[in-house]
């Protein structure tokens, strides 16, 4: 499913960043990387565009941007503390 | 021996609370410039500790140093090219894990970097707790606790910064990032090639070179080509064979696998670093957003907060606007009465003095304004009008935070053009520099209040209000257009931090008022002094004006014939009821003399010849003089105006209505000059702000054209139509 379906309070976890060029850099630099929990803490009056948490910030973007991003919900139930629990880790260390 | 000259740089991500740190640093000894060739704020300060000369230099808030927008570019740059001796990297500790990116970055290029953790007690209360020796050793990078907003850590910073400057041996090749293997040896073929390849050393560290290489960075490549020579060919391909290596085998863009890697290793550190405790405390910034971006209530309040805004900028500042406007006033009848008649004193007086005079007394304003614009934008609101708004805005072809500059419009221009300063894209900047000027700023009403007063009278009211809807209906046209034309190109995307709300710092909002009025102080008093001298000139040669008949000798006689009268009479009432009538009746030739001598001005012979061009719009030689002269400032318009249409009787805005109604004006003709006046060239301070933010007098050539134009075509139709229609003729 894609980040523009997750409805406000939910929470959900980065799949696949599509598009194209400087945006889709710009949304990985900014943490929206494959693996990262975000949750959708509200949407504009106007719909357009959603906020997000991610990493523990908040990041504004518009609901065409936000179709560009696969993800996919996480039940309240399992939800995790922090964000960077599954992802992966190349030689970190 | 003179004191060692050390160069620090303050590097960090936007919000990170880099400039309370730069100012608790600096205090006040701080020079605001722009960076040479591009409008990004270039701020230094040079302060002098324990021996030493600092010069502390505020790189642009950015997130990353990829080369993408103007400020990264800059920031990136300035450590490039100018070899800081140490970069401060100023960490929002409650932001650690996105901060970390900056950092890793900064690390990857070769310079000695220090890390100033930066509100760790506002972390700690959110129950995030970082063990720093930890991340120290893990990143190789000493570390320093502040406290911005507290003035706390600031010594321990410059000292450390110092004592790493200092030490001779060289970078620690500690942990910089690491990649995945196939990453890696991309990295070392590319390393090793280049080695060979290339016979003159690179201009920067081998390694990130390489890595700038596979990431495909514009800049590091072209510098690199260029030192190629005749194996251009060769190293580009060997670029390419080494990207195509990385993208086969992870099915996509080399750049956004090393990014992603990077926030790998991101989050490898701060696994081991930071410990969340569950408490999860009540989060007072998302409590306040809850209501100030509600659905329901959010733009309610927005308009309020915008109201506000303007009742304050324009009814408070209204008052500190007359001590000056009286200062002013006072001034020029002191040197009328104590200089003697030359045309110094004309210039003087009428020429600066009420040029520069007519633009000064805007200061309060604009003081007013920028301060409210600085609590919007220190306390973390200004990113939520652009939330709020960025639905609207888009549909015409703008950013959400275009809004804000041309909301300013209506107070005056400058400031708002002044204010796109906050807009990334390049492209939004100059659509939204370009609409502005149609957003009827408050000089212009002056205009409207006297020639709507004049013709419409109890309807005046409306017939503004609908200006001032034309306005912004041609602005959203004309952006609509142009972003489909000239400025085509990709939006700009909407990912905008919204950072969490701050108390703003009365330091800070002080220092940024202080630099606004200076700027706007001196770029506005040496341009609007030459314009006043120029159009004073125009209206002040030739000085031997042939009149028509013989002013001097009337006024003579007038003097005379009153003498005679007071003698006459012993009545002291009778007395002063002659004295004013020939006071007056003296004041209303040195009128006709004045009208006379300006329309044989050089002004008045251009007036006359621009006349038929502006008489298809049914605005006569004196309108066409008014609406040029409204070029230095669009208030001067009704006071030519008043120069112009008056021949007799008193100045005040009674006789302009009566000479304006009598003047052949028809209400079709006032509603042409109107809207000619909403839409017409941006006033002279205006234009000299376009020029400096768009560093481009193609740019400003295009607006002053395109305005003009519209104006002309816009109050043509309104004439004309209105003509066919044989309405108000």
Known sequence: MLLSEIKEGQTARILRVGGSGALRRRIFEMGIVKGTQVCVDKYAPLKDPLEIIVMGYHLSLRVEEASQVTVELIPSDDRQQTTSDNRHQPSAA | ?729
């Open chain 2, 1 to 729: 021996m003179s004191p060692r000259t050390l160069t620090l740089a303050l590097a960090g991500n936007p919000n990170s609370g880099k400039t309370t740190i730069f100012n608790n640093l600096t205090g006040a000894h701080q020079k605001v410039g722009n960076w040479s060739g591009v409008t990004v704020e270039k701020k230094e300060g040079v302060i002098h500790r324990h021996g030493y000369v600092l010069k502390i230099i505020d790189l642009p808030g950015t997130y990353s140093l990829t080369p993408f927008s103007i400020e990264e570019i800059v920031a990136r740059n300035f450590i490039l090219e100018e070899h800081p001796d140490v970069v401060i990297d100023i960490i929002d500790a409650s932001n650690l894990e996105r901060s970390l990116y900056l950092a890793t970055q900064l690390r990857e290029i070769d310079c000695k970097v220090l890390f100033a953790l930066n509100m760790a007690d506002m972390a700690q209360s959110r129950g995030i707790k970082i063990h720093t020796d930890k991340l120290s050793e893990l990143l190789d990078v000493p570390i320093v606790f502040t406290v911005g907003n507290k003035n706390e850590g600031m010594d321990a910073l410059l000292t450390k910064a110092i004592e790493l400057a200092e030490k001779t041996h060289h970078i620690p090749e500690g942990r910089k990032v690491r990649y995945s293997q196939d990453i890696e040896s991309a990295i070392s073929r590319l390393q090793d090639f280049l080695h060979k390849g290339i016979s003159s050393t690179l201009p920067y560290n081998d390694r990130w070179t390489a890595i700038k290489l596979i990431e495909d960075d514009k800049i590091v490549r072209d510098r690199v080509l260029i030192l190629t020579g005749d194996s251009r060919q060769t190293v580009q391909d060997e670029i390419q064979v080494v990207r195509q290596y990385i993208m086969d085998r992870f099915d996509d863009d080399p750049e956004i696998i090393m990014t992603d890697e990077r926030y790998g290793f991101i989050a490898g550190i701060v696994k081991e670093t930071v410990t969340t405790s569950a408490r999860q405390r009540v989060d007072i910034s998302r409590n306040i957003d809850r209501v100030l971006t509600n659905r329901f209530i959010g733009f309610p309040i927005f308009v309020f907060f915008i109201w506000a805004m303007f009742q304050l900028t324009f009814t408070v500042g209204e008052i500190p606007k007359t001590w000056i406007q009286n200062g002013v006033t006072g001034l020029s009848s002191a040197l009328e009465l104590h200089l003697s008649d030359s045309l110094f004193k004309d210039l003087l007086l009428n020429g600066v003095i009420a040029g520069v005079g007519s633009v000064v007394v805007f200061l309060p304003n604009i003081l007013i304004l920028f301060f409210c614009i600085s609590l919007f934008e220190d306390t973390g609101y200004m990113a939520r009008t652009a939330f709020l708004m960025d639905k609207i805005m888009h549909m015409i072809g703008l950013h959400g935070k275009s809004f804000i500059p041309m909301l300013m419009g209506f107070g005056c221009n400058v400031p708002a053009i002044m204010a796109t300063r906050t807009l990334e894209s390049e492209k939004d900047r100059i659509l939204t520099i370009l609409i502005t000027p149609f957003m009827s700023c408050s000089a212009r009403l002056p205009i409207y209040l006297v020639i709507a007063g004049t013709f419409f009278a109890d309807r005046a009211g409306t017939v503004i209000f609908s200006l001032y809807l034309v306005g912004i209906v041609l602005s959203i046209i004309t952006g609509r257009m142009l972003r489909t034309t000239i400025l085509k190109g990709l939006d700009a995307p909407f990912v905008m931090e919204l950072p969490p709300y701050r108390v703003p710092m009365a330091r800070s909002v002080m220092i940024h008022m202080w630099e606004r009025s200076k700027m706007f102080l001196k770029k506005m008093g040496n341009i609007i002094l030459i314009g006043s001298v120029i159009v004073w000139a125009l209206s002040a040669f030739p000085r031997d004006i042939s009149h028509s008949k013989d002013y001097a000798r009337q006024i003579q006689q007038l003097q005379l014939k009153a003498a005679q009268d007071r003698q006459g009479s012993v009545d002291p009432a009778s007395r002063d009821a002659l004295e004013k009538e020939t006071t007056a009746s003296i004041e209303s030739i040195k009128r006709i003399m004045k009208a006379e001598k300006i329309e044989n001005s050089y002004m008045g012979h251009l007036g006359k010849m621009i006349a038929p061009i502006f008489s298809p719009l049914g605005i006569d030689w004196r309108g066409s003089v008014a609406l040029l002269s409204g070029f230095v400032a669009k208030e001067i318009v009704v006071s030519t105006m008043s120069i112009l249409y008056v021949a007799e009787g008193d100045k005040d805005s009674e006789a302009l209505r009566e000479a304006l109604l009598s003047s052949g004006m028809t209400p079709l003709s006032a509603i042409s000059m109107l809207v000619f006046v909403l839409l017409y060239l941006p006033c002279l301070a205006t234009m000299v702000a376009i020029r400096k933010e768009l560093r481009s007098w193609k740019w400003l050539l295009f607006s002053i054209g395109y305005s003009t134009s519209l104006a002309w075509v816009m109050a043509f139709l309104v004439f004309q139509g209105g003509k066919l229609l044989r309405l108000g003729v």
